[in-house]
């Protein structure tokens, strides 16, 4: 066997060829930007086709655009990479990958550049979107970010499979929803549950519906164990405990996934889905043939009529980024009505902006314009501005949860809430 | 062990080194050096770190803010944590001793002399070597409420189906199912401590009459106890830290997990909930040191509880 040397130089060569082709491979491929242009990371949490509608839109910003370049990322289900990336010194120029609720919590914490300036000088005061919604970015007298999308909640259900029931109009009242969600039920002889009317979910929607809240900004105080709230988890897991919660567990951990043709209102499996109006979307893709109406959520008396609550993704931009201002750039570009009017209208969210947001296109489907209407009445209701909502909406789903399957009451769940919240809050604000 | 070890090496042999073997030292130290930098900067540096933030309030986006015991003094009033121990522990003491049974009964099993033996074992061996995530979610298929075959068998049998990871009382035990699924490769280190049994000893106690069983409790059984204590050590400390499937089995389209009323929140969910969903990383090195002491503890009552394990080779 015959042995060859390998000169140092030949080594080195080999190893600088190496290193060169490695850290090509590394780069971002299909990109093509100037070395004058501001390169702008951006972080989305959408994706499937929304993500693709706005990347149709940040093509159109960079040909409009001869000096910023946005590349847009998702990272839809791992939103922790952008706290982890804003503390290890390299964060995305902004981020979208912020839900309303989490807002408070992340301004608090350093993470996110104040727009007030920005948005002052470039003449945006908020006197052309929905006061609440505007309202919601505000914190510690600067403003923290901007939402291009927002949405309310409401219930869809199927005015033909309503019909077979005998039921002409939608029900309006919780009497009259329970009434129409027990005539749904199908249960097998077996007991099985084949078809449920409603599952109740959201504690906190169903909270404001009954008349309640879940924080007092006046005094600071977590307000989950208020009276109206713990009768509104009670009217929730009647659901379970009517049904059974073993049967319930069963028959739920058959559902299909959401973003599906399985999705179980699409397959007839739920009567009346708590969604908002991004479904009217999902329906026509998943279930073009399905005919679908949306109503505001029943009340009980002394509840609210017309409530909704109302979330989203706001546009922000992290501490230390390279380019702020051509950052800022993109997000007052993507809230002009037209674009924002464009990506809401094909991903079938409301505009947070009254102009864009009662254009025809969007009010001709009244499924739209009722949830719009929602949005700007008076009984709307945003998180609360406070930085342990993540927490917070922990602590809700586990008391839910433990409410429906029977292994607590609604006032010691919620009690235990209160005081765990509150708690929290109270090292938070130290 | 093996640092202490290279450092002792140091230490002691030092001084009586000649020339050849000082460059023969420095060598092999410049070629492990990669891994000695490594080890310091990446695992030591970050262990001691977390020690120190753990008496810290600290959201990695601002400087840590020192809190002397705090966050040990809340963890004992944290009802989550608590659970998080409980289940926990539910699995280390009954999950852990079910398959660790099932897996010597394999073992005893794919070391008998039976035709397609090697086929038999590829096929206990296999699942362990797939990932677990994808394993995970074909068995999330399994426990299917609606179109699991698990719930088709109860239904064909006349039974009412089961909320396999949706009902709080079910999911645990769900769990344990599942983790029979990866037991291969304790079954292969039992079946390799038993092909390590002495044959004579066998046909001894065969020619004095014994019969299999009491071949099994009285011979076999202490002949490999060294490596059953092996497999109890490294599981106790893998159970412990137990995570990936309860996590992809309960993890919803929110990025929460831990199943309908945390029934399925393990220790190591709620340390990676705090540390990397809530980002309060003093709070999260504290119960990773908690949980460093428990491991500790656990094994040492292990080790000090040991006088059943029978090492033959030093006799």
């Known amino acids: ?430 | 062990m093996g640092w202490g070890a290279f450092l002792m090496t140091i230490a002691i042999r030092r001084p009586r080194l000649s020339k050849q073997q000082r460059r023969s030292l420095l060598i092999g130290l410049l070629f492990i050096s990669p891994a000695i930098v490594g080890f310091t900067l990446f695992n030591i540096g970050p262990i001691i770190q977390s020690l120190q933030y753990s008496f810290t309030r600290y959201n990695i986006l601002q400087p840590p803010r020192y809190v002397g015991l705090n966050n040990y003094l809340f963890l004992l009033e944290d009802r989550v944590f608590k659970i998080g121990i409980q289940n926990t522990l539910y699995m280390v003491l009954i999950g852990l001793p079910i398959h660790l049974v099932f897996n010597m009964l394999m073992a005893l099993l794919l070391n008998t002399k039976i035709k397609g033996l090697s086929i038999y074992r590829s096929i206990f061996y296999v699942p362990s070597i797939t990932p677990v995530v994808a394993s995970t979610i074909v068995w999330l298929w399994i426990f299917n409420g609606q179109f699991g075959i698990l719930n088709e068998f109860l239904r064909f049998i006349g039974l009412r189906p089961i909320g396999w990871l949706t009902d709080p009382n079910w999911v645990k035990p769900s769990l344990i199912f599942m983790g029979a699924w990866f037991g291969g490769n304790t079954i292969l280190i039992y079946l390799a401590g038993l092909q390590d049994v002495p044959h004579d000893l066998l046909e001894s106690a065969e020619l004095d009459g014994a019969n299999a069983l009491q071949k099994t409790f009285r011979i076999t059984l202490p002949m490999i106890s060294p490596v059953i204590f092996y497999t109890i050590i490294v599981n106790v400390i893998g159970y412990f830290q137990y995570f990936t499937e309860a996590w992809v089995m309960t993890s919803t389209r929110d990025g929460s997990a831990g199943g309908v009323a945390n029934s399925a929140m393990f220790y190591s969910m709620y340390l990676y909930q705090t540390a990397f969903q809530q980002f309060k990383m003093g709070y999260a090195s504290a119960q990773a040191w908690i949980l460093f002491m428990i491991v500790l503890v656990a094994t040492l009552i292990l080790f000090k509880t040991s006088r059943w394990v029978y090492y033959h080779a030093e006799e």
């Open chain 1, 1 to 430: 066997m015959s042995e060859k040397r390998i000169s140092r130089r030949d080594f080195l060569r080999a190893s600088l060829a190496a290193g060169t082709a490695a850290t090509l491979s590394t780069m971002p491929a299909g990109l093509t930007y100037a070395q004058e242009q501001a390169f702008l990371n951006y972080w989305t949490g959408w994706s499937g086709f929304e993500f693709d509608v706005l990347q149709g839109l940040v093509d159109q910003f960079n040909e409009e655009h001869a000096n910023v370049y946005v590349n847009m990322t998702t990272v839809f289900g791992q939103y922790e990479k952008v706290l982890t990336a804003i503390a290890g010194g390299n964060p995305p120029d902004v981020v979208s990958a912020v839900w309303l609720h989490q807002l408070v919590q992340i301004a608090s914490q350093g993470a996110l550049t104040p727009l007030t300036a920005y948005a002052e000088a470039a003449g945006i005061d908020g006197s052309k979107y929905f006061p609440q919604l505007w309202n919601n970015w505000w914190h510690n007298g600067e403003l923290w970010g901007l939402m291009c999308t927002s949405n309310a909640r409401v219930l869809a259900f199927s005015p033909p499979a309503l019909a077979e029931l005998g039921m002409s109009e939608p029900p309006s009242s919780i009497e009259e929803l329970d009434e129409a969600c027990q005539a749904f039920e199908i249960i097998d002889s077996n007991g099985n549950i084949e078809r449920v009317g409603l599952l109740p979910d959201n504690l906190t929607w169903w909270a404001h519906v009954f008349g309640g809240s879940l924080y007092d900004e006046d005094s600071g105080t977590i307000t989950a164990n208020d009276p109206v709230n713990v009768a509104a988890l009670e009217w929730m897991a009647g659901y379970w405990s009517r049904l059974g919660p073993e049967r319930v567990a069963a028959f739920t951990s058959g559902f299909g996934d959401y973003l599906s043709t399985q999705n179980p209102f699409f397959v007839g499996k739920e009567g009346f889905k708590q969604v908002g109006e991004w479904f009217i979307q999902f329906q026509k893709q998943f279930a073009p043939d399905l005919e679908m109406d949306m109503i505001a959520a029943p009340y009980p008396d002394g509840g609210r009529p017309n409530c909704t609550t109302f979330g989203g993704s706001v546009f922000t931009i992290p501490t230390g980024v390279m380019n702020p201002d051509a950052a800022w750039e993109f997000i007052r570009w993507l809230s002009e009505d037209d674009h924002m009017g464009e990506f809401c209208f094909n991903i079938q969210n409301i505009p947070p902006k009254v102009g864009a947001a009662t254009a025809e296109r969007f009010v001709r489907d009244h499924r739209f314009q009722l949830a719009l209407d929602l949005l700007n009445g008076p009984n709307a209701f945003g998180p609360p501005k406070i930085p342990v909502n993540d927490f917070y909406n922990s602590r809700l789903g586990e008391a839910e949860t433990s409410v429906k399957a029977g292994m607590l009451s609604a006032q010691e769940a919620l009690d235990r809430v209160t005081e765990e919240v509150q708690r929290e809050l109270d090292m938070a604000m130290m």
